[in-house]
């Protein structure tokens, strides 16, 4: 959880919107928002590794090559965890910000995800 509220701490901060951050509560002039429990990634983080360990073991020969893939996969994870929170955060402050919110943090969970699976299977 601190680590999906730090990574979208720093997104927030280079995109230069002004946020307030109380633990896990985030104040931003598109409104109040909280890295849930739910939200910290946990599950998404173990499904992912378990299924890196699982390419690893049928794609590379050596230990170290999969230890390696496993490890860039998890981080790949963490930081992609917190990028949905931090899309999550920044799309109510869109004008025209017309979805839901369960709609959102469905939508770019999925695409979080591929992309994180995309960019870690081309690399191998």
């Known amino acids: 959880m601190e680590a999906t509220a730090d990574v979208s701490e720093r997104l927030l ?5 002004p946020a307030l951050r109380e633990g896990m509560f985030f104040t931003l002039p598109g409104g109040n928002f909280e890295v849930a429990e739910i939200c910290a990634g946990l599950r998404y983080l173990m499904a992912g590794t ?3 360990l699982l390419f690893a073991y049928l794609n590379f020969n050596r230990w170290g090559k ?21 899309i999550t955060m920044l799309w109510p ?3 025209t910000a017309g979805c839901s919110a369960a709609r959102t943090t469905s939508t770019s969970a999925w695409c979080c995800s591929r992309s994180c ?3 870690c299977c081309g690399s191998a």
């Open 93 to 95: 402050r869109r004008p």
């Open 50 to 52: 378990v299924t890196a």
């Open 117 to 119: 699976w995309w960019r």
């Open 13 to 17: 901060g280079l995109l230069g919107v």
């Open 66 to 86: 999969r230890i390696a893939f496993t490890l860039l996969a998890a981080v790949s994870f963490v930081i992609a965890n917190g990028l949905r929170a931090f």
